[in-house]
């Protein structure tokens, strides 16, 4: 069982951060966790989370960016890890309805293992 800094109960990504719903996870500290998706899009699909209940990228500010950018530092050690760095891969966090967000809990989505198609950036 893991801490999190504050969760919400009826939230689906701090029910997996707390382990109460079971996940692959791939990596762990303090302020982050990350786990594979379970409908993966790529070869590789990995989404990595805040062990705190903010909801999007819309609620980022200075009082979590030390936090963001260490989810990037991670994101980064992760992708070199699962062998990505070569080949190369993408992240993504959806936000808002727009974006097709369907969990609303921060989360950047590491893509990579297959060329993928040019367009949505
Ligand atoms: P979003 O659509 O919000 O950007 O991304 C949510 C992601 O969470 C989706 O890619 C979806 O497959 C993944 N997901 C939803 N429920 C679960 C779950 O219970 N376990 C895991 N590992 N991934 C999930
Ligand atoms: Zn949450």
């Known amino acids: 069982m893991s801490d999190v800094l504050n969760f919400d ?9 707390k382990g109460d719903i079971p996940s692959a996870k791939v990596y762990e500290d303090a302020l982050c966790y990350a ?5 993966p899009q790529a070869p590789t699909h990995i989404l990595v989370v805040p062990k ?3 909801r999007s990228v819309a609620e980022i ?3 979590n960016e030390a936090l963001v950018g260490h989810m990037f530092t991670v994101i ?9 760095e070569e080949g190369g891969y993408r992240v ?4 808002g309805p727009d974006a097709c ?18 367009g949505m950036a």
């Open 52 to 54: 705190a209940h903010i």
């Open 9 to 17: 109960e009826t939230c689906l990504f701090c029910k997996i951060i």
């Open 92 to 95: 993504v966090s959806n936000c």
């Open 61 to 63: 500010s200075a009082n």
């Open 35 to 39: 786990f594979r998706d379970i409908n």
């Open 76 to 84: 980064a050690k992760i992708a070199r890890e699962e062998g990505l």
């Open 101 to 118: 967000q369907s969990v609303p809990h921060l989360h950047f989505h590491i893509l990579g293992g297959a060329k993928m198609a040019e």
